[in-house]
């Protein structure tokens, strides 16, 4: 049994205090010269690297390290000039007096230049897609009429874990083999959990609470008797909230807070955690020395995306030492602890108005930090987030919630209730990019079609289908990081393996003798369609219900009664 030692100390930090002085135009002119020369040594340096890296291929220019340096060259070489000019205007206007016209007018024609280049939107890079192993089928797990909230649990969240341990991915780590156990399980009895939720925006735009209350319930029943933790944390790039008034829930009040406070209250060690107060401190790992919470930050940009990878490490309520990469940090030993980690990642399905959907991947962008110069949001489009779960760590699963989506191109990623859309479904998977790529292919296009759009206004922002749509741009080139790394995965959605939770008429979480029933009145055939009321018996999901239904139903049955 884990015992807690206490929390971890806070290494000393000493803030310095700068005084600011007014002095003589002349020393400001010289400050701002010093300001120029410094921004052009820097500048120089950052354009002859550029030069040297781009050689006699222009093309390079559009790869995402160039477009840094560019940005860092342009910067560091016009941003100056203007600070100067704007902060000596008397002393400048008196030396420019000196030029001709002509001199001036070159001068402002290269300043203007080096602004609107500075504030270009980056080009699109040529996507350098690796093609998925082809024999690579990964499980998703997907429950199409999620029952709803029960006390203190949510009926989808519990028909989920019996459909992993079904087939074969048990939810609890236990040498004691059950429906839902085994040794090989995601979840011991002291592990640290962290479940990664969207907090960062209110209504439909954040993670469903009551699905959360599912998920840390099933956490907590574990059959060894749950002695670890479990931490529920987000990045909401300085907008993040874990207890708003109004949230994705069936009570719009009940908070990601308000779900962990009612687990506290029953004695068990359940927290919150807002990286957002840590998203502009940097830090070192524990290995290192370094004890303060904050955000490891690699020093150089990922060299296909761009992105300076980083991830938090920080301290939970209850004093665990907690590195997002590296595990659970004791001070007894100085040594982490990998699998004691486990990470849930949370998202919700929606349609986003720069990178034209956000879910399993796009919820990375609350795992690390966007300041710091990290370059995080932009790197998206260039698969950014697929160099940090590369680099740093994959969700041991990613929960995507479908409950409440927002299909409706243009808008997002917040989502009022008005412009939500009711699914009422849950899907999991190891994988996030077949994850991703199965769930707007099955969920979320078919509601933007249903919401009323044609495919002008889709086909080249969230369309599955096409290799050149924003969504699977970035799909893609987070794809190829990963297998870049030796993870496997997929960006087709025809080669998963689809576990659909079915046979369970009765919706009491089982499926039994009792749920066929009314199976023989609902078989229709391979070429026939079945109706709704049957659609409960359509375990391959083919609108029919014939014999391959009766071998799912016999591979679906809980229990012999």
Request: net charge neutral; with cysteine.
């Amino acid at each position: 049994m884990h015992v807690n030692r206490g929390p971890c100390p806070e290494s000393p930090r000493t803030a310095h205090a700068r005084a600011r002085g007014c002095g003589s135009s002349h020393n400001r002119a010289a400050r701002g010269i010093a300001t120029l020369a410094f921004g052009a040594v820097g500048g120089g340096l950052a354009l002859l690297w550029l030069l040297l890296r781009s050689g006699g291929r222009p093309s390079r220019l559009n790869y995402p390290c160039q477009q840094a340096a560019l940005g860092l060259a342009i910067g560091s070489l016009g941003a100056p000039v203007a600070a100067v000019v704007m902060g000596t205007r008397t002393w400048t206007v008196q030396r420019l007096r000196r030029f001709p016209p002509t001199t001036i007018g070159a001068i402002l024609f290269l300043a203007a230049l080096a602004a609107l280049l500075a504030f270009r939107p980056p080009p699109a890079i040529e996507a350098q897609v690796s093609a998925p192993p082809a024999d690579h089928h990964p499980d998703v797990y997907f429950i199409r009429d999620s029952r709803g909230i029960a006390p203190g649990r949510f009926g989808g969240i519990d028909d989920l874990v019996t459909l992993m341990g079904l087939r074969g991915l048990k939810w609890h780590r236990s040498a004691t083999e059950g429906l839902t156990s085994g040794p090989a399980g995601l979840i011991a009895r002291d592990s640290v959990v962290l479940i990664k939720v969207n907090a960062q925006w209110s209504r439909r735009g954040g993670t469903n609470t009551d699905v959360l209350r599912g998920v840390i319930r099933q956490i907590v029943e574990h059959p060894d008797g749950f002695v670890g933790e479990v931490v529920v944390a987000d990045n909401g790039q300085s907008g993040g909230d874990l207890d708003r008034l109004e949230n994705n829930a069936e009570d719009v009040q009940q908070s990601p807070r308000d779900v962990v406070a009612d687990f506290a209250a029953e004695g068990w060690n359940v927290s919150t955690s807002l990286w957002d107060v840590l998203r502009n401190t940097s830090v070192g790992e524990y290995a290192a020395g370094d004890l303060a919470n904050g955000y490891i930050v690699s020093p150089l940009p990922d060299s296909q995306t761009g992105v300076r990878v980083s991830y938090p490490k920080f301290r939970s309520a209850a004093g665990t030492c907690i590195s997002y990469k590296h595990g659970v940090w004791s001070l007894e030993t100085s040594t982490y602890d990998a699998q004691r980690l486990v990470v849930i990642n949370m998202p919700v399905l929606k349609t986003h108005v720069i990178y034209a959907v956000t879910g399993s991947v796009k919820n990375h962008m609350g795992v690390v930090t966007g300041a710091l110069s990290t370059g995080s949001h932009t790197s998206v489009g260039w698969g950014g987030m697929g160099s940090v779960m590369a680099e740093v760590r994959l969700p041991d699963l990613t929960i995507l919630d479908c409950i409440w989506i927002l299909a409706r191109p243009g808008q997002g990623p917040g989502a009022s209730y008005s412009s939500a859309s009711w699914r009422n479904q849950l899907v999991a998977s190891r994988d996030p990019i077949a994850l991703d790529v199965w769930s707007v292919k099955n969920i979320l296009m078919p509601q933007v079609i249903a919401n009323g759009y044609g495919a002008g206004n889709y086909t080249n922002t969230q369309d599955p289908d096409n290799p050149s749509s924003t969504f699977r741009r970035y799909l893609d080139l987070s794809m190829s990081e990963l297998l870049e790394a030796g993870i496997r995965c997929t960006n087709d959605y025809r080669a998963v393996s689809l576990h659909v939770w079915a046979g369970d008429a009765d919706r009491d979480g089982d499926v039994d003798r009792l749920d066929f029933d009314g199976f023989p009145g609902c078989l229709t055939g391979p070429l026939a369609l079945s109706g709704a009321s049957c659609a409960v018996f359509d375990f391959n999901l083919d609108s029919a219900i014939d014999l391959r239904d009766i071998a799912g139903y016999q591979r679906s049955m809980t229990s012999g009664l």
